[in-house]
């Protein structure tokens, strides 16, 4: 509907082909640049991918010392707050001036966006586990290591899940970003290239295309959800996203 809507206004000609393509202008982009926009978008892929694992290891790593130490979790959780305060657009040119234009500044822009939703997700699902649960595990001789595989990780589980699907689309959007402001290759060095040129159309394309990728590893995400808590009804009766 939305598409025959928007081919309607395009076809009456009262807009610009450089202010808004039509959708025929658009798939004809993606035939023309597809081998093109898929080679820039394994680029962005791997890039994404890297950071999102980094960033959910060291968020992981974070969470269980703050929750094993509350003295730490004094002194590193305000600093973990504050980091969050500076806008990605201001720290991704200093990146890229510190670092150079290959992926090394993507990756770690990608890290700081992903591991504070993953962090603070995962230490309140540590703090939110059942006292009752924890003094049983206690009474019958559990250590903590073993409090935390069998009562802790699996209750923070459905934490975990709900910020990995924030964080995947942040991870998309920060390695657009990065490659944006500086880089020579990727998603966002390509649409920076089309929109000097003026190709709208490409544009679009580009803007679909994302958001498609987005959305697919939203979707993955959720698989995983599944997979890795069976145990979770409402998940499992759960459809799409």
């Known amino acids: ?39 820039h978008a394994k680029v962005t892929l791997t890039e994404t991918f890297i950071g999102l694992f980094s960033g959910i290891i ?25 980091s969050q305060t500076i806008p ?9 001036i510190w670092l150079g234009y290959q992926m090394l500044p993507k990756i770690i822009l990608i890290i700081l966006v992903v591991f504070f ?7 309140e699902g540590f703090s939110a586990v059942d006292k009752d649960t924890v003094n049983l595990m206690r009474s019958m001789g559990a250590n903590r290591i073993q409090i935390f595989r069998y009562v802790k990780l699996p209750n923070s589980l ?35 290239r089309v929109r000097k040129s003026f190709a709208s159309d490409k544009m ?20 995983l959800q599944r997979v890795c808590m069976p145990w979770d009804k409402s998940n499992k009766n759960t459809r799409g996203f």
């Not at 060291?58 to 504050?82: E, H, N, Q, R």
Request: glycine share 6%; aromatic share 10%; proline share 4%.
């Open 1 to 39: 509907m939305l598409a025959a809507v928007w081919q309607t206004v395009c076809s009456l000609g009262n807009v610009p082909k450089y202010m808004l393509p039509s959708p025929m202008d658009v798939i004809n982009a993606f035939a023309d640049d597809w081998q093109l926009m898929a080679d």
């Open 158 to 192: 459905g934490f975990f899940f709900s910020s990995l699907r924030i964080s995947v689309s942040y991870a998309v959007v920060s390695a657009v970003v990065a490659e944006w402001i500086g880089g020579t290759q990727g998603l966002g060095c390509y649409m920076t």
């Open 204 to 223: 679009f394309a580009v803007i679909i295309l994302i958001s498609v990728i987005s959305l697919l590893l939203i979707w993955l995400t959720t698989v």
């Open 58 to 82: 060291i968020g992981f790593i974070m969470a269980v010392i703050m929750d094993t130490c509350s003295v730490i979790k004094k002194m590193i959780y305000p600093l973990i707050v504050i």
């Open 88 to 96: 990605t657009v201001a720290i991704a040119p200093l990146l890229v």
């Open 117 to 123: 939703p993953i962090t603070i997700s995962l230490l």
